[in-house]
């Protein structure tokens, strides 16, 4: 909503300070700023080197243990958003650590969790009674109050992307946390076993109620790989976005978590996508490839396990020097619910 400058006079600004001691604010001087004619965000567009983060982590590793942290994290604070722990307005990114023979004790809380593997096989994730060793690429998630912990039994260190809905909790004053007590939850059921009943086009006969979450929690790489080598041979592109395929709960058709939208996109070597703007601000992980986005003036250089951020409705556009896989995650679930979600192809 357009609406000019309101003149100041000694009489207003009298006004304004009597009223002040009230609590009160008059709209008219503060309405420009709280409806804006189009998104305007104080969120950065930046990209993060994997290879200096790892660096920073390796260092922190000697610092204090997972156990002493609870988790190693480095956060990703978006230049704009900085003393916030926000990559962008409504999402969290941090980079975990865990060292060979390391556990990241069980806890839970109402902030819903994705981890994106980065570097290193054979650590595990516990969730909600179960085991899920993780591989680079893989897709776990944790639901809301579902208990986890981590821990890496393998010999190299393991690294991951953690993204949470931190500040949409935060927003709503509705954060539960506590910790198990204990470093490890007990497990209850086999390696594979929500896999084998939610995640195989099949579901159990008689399910009836399940929570707003995935009953897969992990999306292992070597499958979404495969789906999206198997539809380049159609060569059915999308000017925008390549080939690409959001993460969905196989219940409900839904997102793989209520708050936070995952998708993986594949972009040949050569391509140049066409301008694409929307209104959830998109956290990107190349996990193959190399190539360049340019927002605005601003150009990101990436390559492998680099993570970048593109915030809310600037245009877009990818450069792709080597085939790219790219993952992303963003708050596009909520703005669908809620009638926000907006896009513009420009002209796609
Ligand atoms: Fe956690």
Known sequence: MSHPAVQQTPEREAFYAKIDG???????????ALITPEPRSACQPFAWRFDAIRAHMMEAGGLITAKEAERRVLILENPGLRGQSKITTSLYAGVQLVIPGEVAPAHRHSQSALRFVLEGRGAHTAVDGEKTMMEPGDFVITPAMTWHDHGNSSSEPMFWLDGLDIPVVQFLDASFAEGLGEDEQPITRPAGDSHARFGRNLLPVD????????????????????????????????????LKLRYSNPVTGDYAIPTIGTFIQLLPKGFSTARYRATDATVFVPVEGRGRTRVGDTVLEWGPKDIFVVPSWRFVTHEIDDEAVLFSYSDRPIQEKLDLYREDRGNA
């Not at 009230?22 to 420009?32: C, E, H, I, K, R």
């Not at 992990?218 to 499958?223: K, S």
């Not at 790989?225 to 059915?236: S, T, Y």
């Open 22 to 32: 009230d609590n009160l604010t008059a709209l008219w001087t503060v309405m420009g």
């Open 207 to 242: 399910l009836k109620h399940t929570r707003k979450s995935s009953p897969v929690f992990n999306y292992p790489y070597a499958e979404t790989r495969e789906a999206l080598e198997a539809m380049k041979q159609r060569g059915d592109w999308d000017p925008c976005h390549g």
